[in-house]
């Protein structure tokens, strides 16, 4: 069960056409292949995997965007095979649907971006995608592919293991014009059966420079998607797209409302980012881990992340044991460098826990354990040590997360 | 239950008086402090956990390592509180009890070591230690604390949720005579509620310089100690102590034995570690993940780092899954740079199941899963890029871990 997964509703963004079907690459043929065609005047940018393994259509991906500086028309992306650790073949496959794509389309081939989320391991069965991103093509070219219904249906297609679709909006006014974001994304945490995948993908109808565009997109996924962790498990097909399909104002820094655009944004990316935590593989608890007081927004990460992913803290949540212990347990193994204990104060909700080296005073088990009673819990670390701040997200660590990720692959 | 946790017998060594008895620390009357009295020739080397937030016990140690030159005459061990977290107050009452024994005893205090292990956070009971120390002077005193059983009863005296002792002895002939190489060691893998703990205490009769037994130490906690994870989790208080009492012959890198005094006492090293993952809480699997063909050692340790810390291989061990997708994944998030995933090859025992960007040829899943369902499970991977070589040690995530740790302190 999801943690109060509860999105704002989605809007439509001008410039996106989407097209949801079941081309049977899942076996049980629930909707697997999405086709979304972008305005001629679209510009784009993705941030990708760090894995070494990148999986087949990352590197295509990456090629593709090299080559077309951002001019994205088409997205094909498949849901029940990553088409990952498949070598050359599997290269080769993700390249000829691009170009199934392209010519079905009429757009140039290296405008055309594949993602691929499920099984890792074995080759796509070429022909039905084939057959699937024909049948799409012809959907889109004869019908409005724009509704509200064509944008829920995306986000459905897009799932493998997640319990619920997920996709939001934000709206800002510009000078003339409502703007509008909406982004959609999929993944339990990045914690599924051989389905280790996070794919998100966000639209504006803004104009936007390439250039501005990128720095937007780093500045976003960076407190967004780059600060959640269910286990430390980093997929081989994460993916994550902004595009601004600019039917509507032109944005830019020297826009008044670009700081305004910019948080909607970065909100937009953070409800998706901590939507996917709502809906990790046996959560029973959304946890915030605030650290103030670092040097750098890095040492901040390193002790947020230490502190989100140690199995003895993630347990004592599960337990909703206030086990102050393995906090510290964890802020010490994060590796910060010259980190002087003593002046770090560690809270609970509002209930300062731990300063000046010891138990804080008028500290009780009771008032640790009424915060940690509830479904959502916040835990802040002060370093003491200077300016720099940052918040990672989690879940917990719970016997149905052991079960799901157990159970032989089906 | 432990798996297959066999050590070979443990034979008393020179120059080491040892006594357990039941102070009070725990609630239970268990045996809780163990004295160790040590030849005045005895060399003691030490390492200890890199945490920074290091107990008190921890820092005294290090302080009296510096002043006294490796001249350790005691060792004072508790089990049932850490005395971790505990500042100042905590940090005092780790000197005044080396102060006490330094009475009993008759030796300086800067020659006494004490060690802690248990809940994290509470200060411990100061007159109840007082007086089990005391005791434990008087017993030394007036009894021989040489034999066998006292070896055994110490070994019992430092556990905290160990379901098993960890004692087990070497023994080589050098030039004239035998020389014995016993250790102990305390801690079901780092991962026990609030007791978050290793300790280990290695002896031998020989003669060596401070100089030549630190850099022993470190060579054999390298792979030993140094090389295995339950979790991930580092604890405060993790304490790995040799001792060379001087009653036998002297060692050292220019007696022709020395080659294989090393390696038997690697091997004391290497079974109280492996013994330590046999133990591991909710232990059902023991695995060894071998990684070759690095460019250095600790790239090879990354590599098996990120294998042996995955959550979702750890749960796919537990299930006997054959889930070479998630060994990929776990090699590609490792952070080695410029790796080549398509010279890698991943074999399970020796079963070769992935090669050249690719499931291997001849690979099945029912040759994966023969060799997944025995309790003792080898995962190999070659890089190929270099002559390094590291293998890690480590458990599967089952549920009793979940439960032994989302269970309320006592």
Known sequence: MPVNLDLSPAIPVAGVELVTLSAGVKKDGSADLVLAKLAESATTSAVFTQSAFAAAPVIVCRNHLNENAGSVRALLINSGNANAGTGEPGLNMALG???????????????VLPFSTGVIGQLLPDDVMKAGIAKGASLLGEHDCTSDEHWQDAAQGIMTTDTQPKITSRQITGNDSLITITGMAKGAGMIQPNMATMLS??????????????????????VSFNSITVDSDTSTNDSLVLSATAQGESMSPAH???GEFKSALIQVCLDLAQAIIRDAEGATK???????GGKTIDECKSVGYAIANSPLVKTAMFASDANVGRLLMAIGKAGVESLDASLITVSLGDVVAFEKAGIAPGYTEERGAAVMAADEIEVTVDLARGDAAASIY?????????????????
Chains 1, 2 share one sequence.
């Open 286 to 292: 959304f946890i915030t881990v605030n650290v103030n």
């Open 256 to 258: 008044a409302q670009w």
């Open 201 to 222: 993908y966000v639209f504006t109808d803004a104009s936007i420079s390439k250039a501005d565009l990128d720095q937007l997109l780093l500045d976003a996924v960076d």
């Open 97 to 111: 649907h691009c170009e199934t794509v392209a010519e079905h389309l009429q757009v140039p081939t290296h405008s």
């Open 394 to 410: 989690t879940s917990d660590l719970s016997h149905d997360y052991v079960s799901i990720n157990a159970d032989y692959r089906s």
